[in-house]
């Protein structure tokens, strides 16, 4: 599979589970704009992807957040000027925080439903009105969650901004689809990354292993996992697929998510 000549834009693309994904896109070939708030982890993956970047040519990052319009259509600027139109869009940025609803604050609800939902709206936006004028199609991969499917106590906001990039992602299938543009989610679920750390170790981590279903000895998912599907979903392999959530979790799902809450608070995650 071959991607140069092809634009990407990774929201959250600094650490993670979004920056396997700017990695794998440089890989074949693709020029990639990072849309990322956390200055540290610009620096540190500018390091990192460089050998994968033609020494960063390929490469751009757009400091701000997905949850501002006017960041939103900073990022799209800076890769029309530095690569041109863009064909294929990853949001990932994301966020979570613990608490059961009925202490929860506002603040929280508005930064998890902000970044997780709003975030992909005004990105889907942004990204679609310059892939219709342009013509040529594309793809969209939304980056939502297990818990977009099960509900999970302690993660109202969380489960709720998940179940609607997941339904979001129906809509624009709907809406996009005479444009060429497919538009689908991936629901990751454990996946070893700094968001989830508390939750792949000890006790907590052993609780979602024994829900791993592929392996004699399970394993949790990686972001290059993640990854690896995300570049199905963006490539022509994918050119019958729109409007679809797939879990990316080792077979989590067949076992049903457990409600983590007692345990996080045993073992003093929240
Ligand atoms: N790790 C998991 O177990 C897991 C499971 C299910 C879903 N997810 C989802 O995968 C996505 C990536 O998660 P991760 O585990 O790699 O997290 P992470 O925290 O390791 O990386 C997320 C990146 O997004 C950036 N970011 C956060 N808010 C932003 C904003 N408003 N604008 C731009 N960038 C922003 C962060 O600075 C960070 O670099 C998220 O949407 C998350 O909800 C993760």
């Known amino acids: 599979m071959e991607l140069v000549g ?27 704009t990072v849309l ?23 490469l751009a990052f757009s400091l701000g ?46 930064l998890i439903v902000d970044t997780c939902m709003k975030g992909t709206f005004l990105c889907t936006r942004a990204y679609a009105r310059q892939a219709i004028d342009n013509g ?29 990039v997941s339904q979001f992602t129906k809509v624009c299938a709907g809406e996009l689809g005479r444009f060429e543009i497919r538009v689908n989610a991936i629901a990751p679920g454990t996946t070893r990354t700094p968001l989830s750390e508390g939750f792949t170790i000890g006790r907590m981590g052993d609780e979602f292993l024994n829900r791993v279903v592929i392996g004699k000895e399970p394993q949790h998912t990686e972001p290059q996992d993640i990854a690896n599907v995300a570049i199905f979903l963006l490539s022509d392999l994918a050119s019958r697929i729109t409007g679809l959530t797939i879990p990316v979790d080792g077979g989590n799902h067949v076992r049903g998510l457990f409600s983590y809450w007692d345990v996080a608070v045993e073992e003093g995650i929240v």
């Open 136 to 164: 040529e199609g594309g793809a969209i991969v939304n980056i939502s969650s297990l818990n977009a499917i099960a509900a999970t106590d302690g993660l109202g906001h969380y489960c709720a901004a998940k179940a609607g």
């Open 65 to 110: 957040s997905v949850s501002s319009a006017a960041d939103v259509d900073a990022a799209f600027a800076l890769a029309k000027e530095r690569f041109g139109t863009v064909h294929m869009l990853v949001n990932n940025a994301g966020t979570a925080a613990m608490s059961p609803v009925v202490d929860m604050t506002e603040e929280d609800w508005d």
């Open 6 to 32: 092809k634009n990407a834009l990774v929201t959250g693309g600094g650490r993670g589970i979004g920056k396997a994904i700017t990695a794998e896109l440089l890989g074949l070939g693709a020029n990639v």
């Open 36 to 58: 990322e708030i956390e200055p540290s982890h610009i620096q540190a993956a500018e390091a990192e992807l460089a050998p994968l970047s033609s020494g960063g040519d390929r």
